[in-house]
Antibody
Framework: EVQLVESGGGLFQPGGSLRLSCAASEFSVSSNYMSWVRQAPGKGLEWVSVINNGGAPFYADSVRGRFTISRDNSKNTLYLQINGLRPEDTGFYFC????????WGQGALVTVSS | EIVLTQSPATLSLSPGERATLSCRASQSVSSSLGWYQQRPGQAPRLLIYAASNRATGIPTRFSGSGSGTDFTLTISSLEPEDFAVYYCHQRSIWPRTFGQGTKVEIK
């Protein structure tokens, strides 16, 4: 059974940094498109970043320059580094695997507040 | 950026009824459109990919149609577990975008 498990969420101060992880099982991070999608509390979905199977990253305009997507093929894990945290970065961060997001993790809650 | 507009915002129906959800794109996305279901407190689940293909394990009561700028998700007969929020999403042109969602609620 495919599983994607996010970790690294929590309460962070504005201006700080964090790294989210998404550990995959029964699904190859290196062979598939992998994405991060976020959802502010009570709001809709926003696709923030994708890394394709060739390793090329793509970012939404709202996060470019602050977010970095990466993967560790040996650990079969996807990452999202977030720098310069802002209150509007608050929300659930989901990792999704596959071109259309065939598989999703349960999400990691990030709260940015002083 | 491609804007996806979903209608209606809320659909009030009874179990057993047919649900028809619309998604309109601000420019053509060809057939690069997916539909997702999100129940409260859960992650989204892929229902339909490439406009009309059911994802693995999705019941046959869910169907998708359309191409270009106009797309439809149809649920032929609503089951109690189908009352949720549904999002369309385009992957044709970066940045990928979602519609704002349609809530299907029990009448």
């Amino acid at each position: 059974e495919v599983q994607l498990v996010e970790s690294g969420g929590g309460l962070f101060q504005p201006g700080g940094s964090l790294r989210l992880s998404c550990a995959a099982s029964e699904f190859s991070v290196s062979s598939n498109y992998m994405s991060w999608v976020r959802q502010a509390p009570g709001k809709g979905l926003e696709w923030v970043s994708v890394i394709n199977n060739g390793g090329a990253p793509f970012y939404a305009d709202s996060v470019r320059g602050r977010f970095t997507i990466s993967r560790d093929n040996s650990k079969n894990t996807l990452y999202l580094q977030i720098n310069g945290l802002r209150p509007e970065d608050t929300g659930f961060y989901f990792c999704a695997g596959g071109g259309y997001g065939d598989y999703w993790g349960q999400g990691a809650l990030v709260t940015v507040s002083s | 950026e491609i804007v996806l507009t979903q209608s209606p915002a809320t659909l009030s129906l009874s179990p057993g009824e047919r649900a028809t959800l619309s998604c309109r794109a601000s420019q053509s996305v060809s057939s690069s459109l997916g539909w997702y279901q999100q129940r409260p407190g859960q992650a989204p689940r892929l229902l339909i990919y490439a406009a009309s293909n059911r994802a693995t394990g999705i019941p046959t009561r869910f169907s998708g149609s359309g191409s270009g700028t106009d797309f439809t998700l149809t649920i032929s007969s609503l089951e109690p577990e189908d009352f949720a929020v549904y999002y369309c999403h385009q992957r044709s042109i970066w940045p990928r975008t979602f519609g704002q969602g349609t809530k299907v609620e029990i009448k």
